[in-house]
Structures are given as C-alpha cells and as structure tokens.
C-alpha cells in the first residue's frame, strides 16, 4: 500500500451480490491483502458516522476499488455513496482505480463506457481474486498453497461434511460476531481431535454424557482448559468463541483414510446460539 492507505482493496456491491462478493473477500484475505469488506469491519465502523467512513474507505484509503455492478447496485442508495467517492477519485487520479465487475448490463453514470471489465459469470470468486492479486502486484504463487480459506456454512445450524485432512483441518461455521473457526486433525476411526487454536475460538470442551445437542443445558459449565480435546463418534464437542457465544457440534461421522476408508472424512451437525445463551435445550435433533 502507499502512503496513508488502508486498505489494498475495498469491494463496493449490493446485498443481492453478496455470496459471490463474499468468497472473492475470503480468497483475497487468504493471500494477506488488506481488504475493506464491509462484514470484516463490523466492530472498526461500531459507533462510527458510517457515511463518512465508507467515503474515506472508498475515496481516500484504498489502492484500488472493485465495483460490483448491477441492477440492484444502482438503484440503492448505500453502493451509489460508495460509487460517487470512488468515481471521484478515479477522475480526480485518472487512473485504473475502479476495476468494475458485471453481473448484467446496467449502465453506471460517471464510468466511461469504455472502461475494461470483468464478468461475474465468465470468472469464478477464486480466479477473481487471482486477477486483483495480480492487478496489485501480488503473485499467483506468492503465497503458501495451503493459504486458501476454509469451507464454511454461514447459516446458525445445520450439517456439513468435509475432507479435515485438507484446508490444514479447518471448517468455519456462522459469520461475524456467530463466527467459529473449527479446526480438527486425525485421531482414528471412532474419534478425532479438536482445536482452540483458530483465532476465533476461545476455549473447547466436551458435553460428557450427551448424546444430543438438545442435551447440553449448561455449556458455561464445562472444562474449556485444555487447547485439545479428543471427541468420539456419536459425541458432543462445545465450543465458545472470542465474542462470548457457544456453539455446540455432534460427531456424526469419522473416516479415516489410514485405515479402512478411502478417504479422511468428518460429518457433524451444528447448532449456533445466537441469543448468547449456553443452554441448547430447544434445539430440535434430527
């Protein structure tokens, strides 16, 4: 970055967009680039006058600005203050500071029409964010392979299965301040080993004598001592994140590719308090 930048880059999109506009996020974090992705900032903006700090972010401290276009990006009134800052420095520098991305055809007063860009359809999240990395002189091998963000289900419970012998074993359920960051390596077939080390988690622990999320009625309660705990097939790992909220996960399935199975592979079942409480008993197990 230059002089009294921020940020690397600041992505200005509507909601509508925002799954895709999530992943090119996550993608560019994983490289280390400095990025102003609205959800990354909910605690920096806290208390903060928001419009003055969305034109400082988009007109004064970023190296550069994708522009996430569409029909919905130009009728709201939030991306069209982020569009008028951004606009403003791109005249003000005349340079390639906004690189638009399509997702239709809808025309963007102020942007030349022959400006260069992307189309959300013709790129992938992962590419895109290969391409600002390499617009920002960042590349493509620059950083350790292993680099790359982890799987994740955003929704405040459900059931997800993946590999834990890749993304270094890590799987992230929630977002924002409902964010865990679950991390697990090899243990057998019957059981496996998870982590407080994410930075996300402040403490694990098991739910000794459940058999059901529903059963855990005092996660306050339990041991959250150790950095590792070792979780059976059938059992309850409970883990509290640095924000103070609990989320309980049971074992549903272990593969183990050093032994019988064919590959490494970890299915479980989750379930987010949302409200802050510690007790799961209205959780409805399927």
Same mark, same amino acid.
């Given at each position: 970055?230059?002089?009294?930048?921020?940020?690397?880059?600041?992505?200005?999109?509507?909601?509508?967009?925002?799954?895709?506009?999530? #992943?090119?996020? %996550? %993608?560019?974090?994983?490289?280390? &680039?400095?990025?102003?992705? +609205? *959800?990354?900032?909910?605690?920096?903006?806290?208390?903060?006058?928001?419009?003055?700090?969305?034109?400082?972010?988009?007109?004064?401290?970023?190296?550069?600005?994708?522009?996430?276009?569409?029909?919905?990006?130009?009728?709201?009134?939030?991306?069209? %203050?982020?569009? /008028?800052?951004?606009?403003? /420095?791109?005249?003000? +520098?005349?340079?390639? $500071?906004?690189?638009?991305?399509?997702?239709? +055809?809808?025309?963007?007063?102020?942007?030349?029409?022959?400006?260069?860009?992307?189309?959300?359809?013709?790129?992938?999240?992962?590419?895109?964010?290969?391409?600002?990395?390499?617009?920002?002189?960042?590349?493509?091998?620059?950083?350790?392979?292993?680099? !790359?963000?982890?799987?994740?289900?955003?929704?405040?419970?459900? #059931?997800?299965?993946?590999? $834990?012998?890749? $993304?270094?074993?890590?799987?992230?359920?929630?977002?924002?301040?409902?964010?865990?960051?679950?991390?697990?390596?090899?243990?057998? *077939?019957?059981?496996?080993?998870?982590?407080?080390?994410?930075?996300? &988690?402040?403490?694990?622990?098991?739910?000794?004598?459940?058999?059901?999320?529903?059963?855990?009625?005092?996660?306050?309660?339990?041991?959250?001592?150790?950095?590792?705990?070792?979780?059976?097939?059938?059992?309850?790992? !409970?883990?509290?994140?640095?924000?103070?909220?609990?989320?309980?996960? %049971?074992?549903?399935? &272990?593969? *183990?590719?050093?032994?019988?199975? +064919?590959?490494?592979?970890?299915?479980?079942? $989750?379930?987010?308090?949302?409200?802050?409480?510690?007790?799961?008993? #209205?959780?409805? *197990?399927?």
């Amino acid at each position: 970055m230059h002089g009294d930048m921020k940020y690397q880059v600041a992505l200005s999109f509507a909601g509508e967009q925002r799954p895709y506009v999530e #992943e090119v996020a %996550h %993608h560019l974090a994983a490289r280390g &680039i400095a990025v102003f992705y +609205d *959800d990354f900032e909910r605690v920096g903006l806290w208390g903060q006058n928001l419009a003055e700090a969305f034109h400082k972010a988009f007109e004064r401290q970023s190296d550069l600005v994708v522009m996430f276009v569409s029909n919905a990006y130009i009728e709201k009134p939030w991306p069209s %203050h982020e569009r /008028r800052s951004a606009l403003s /420095r791109m005249v003000r +520098d005349r340079s390639d $500071y906004v690189l638009p991305v399509r997702f239709d +055809d809808t025309p963007v007063d102020g942007l030349p029409e022959d400006v260069a860009y992307q189309g959300a359809d013709q790129r992938t999240p992962a590419q895109l964010a290969a391409m600002i990395a390499e617009k920002l002189g960042i590349q493509p091998f620059q950083g350790k392979a292993s680099q !790359v963000p982890p799987p994740r289900m955003t929704s405040p419970t459900g #059931e997800a299965v993946f590999d $834990y012998s890749s $993304y270094n074993g890590r799987y992230v359920i929630g977002l924002g301040e409902l964010e865990f960051e679950t991390m697990w390596t090899k243990a057998s *077939d019957t059981n496996i080993h998870v982590y407080n080390e994410p930075a996300s &988690i402040n403490g694990v622990a098991l739910a000794r004598g459940c058999a059901s999320i529903s059963q855990v009625l005092n996660a306050a309660s339990l041991d959250y001592t150790s950095r590792t705990r070792t979780v059976s097939l059938g059992g309850i790992a !409970v883990l509290r994140n640095t924000r103070g909220f609990y989320a309980a996960i %049971h074992v549903l399935g &272990i593969k *183990d590719d050093s032994r019988r199975d +064919d590959r490494d592979e970890l299915r479980f079942r $989750y379930a987010i308090q949302a409200d802050g409480s510690d007790n799961f008993a #209205e959780f409805v *197990d399927n």
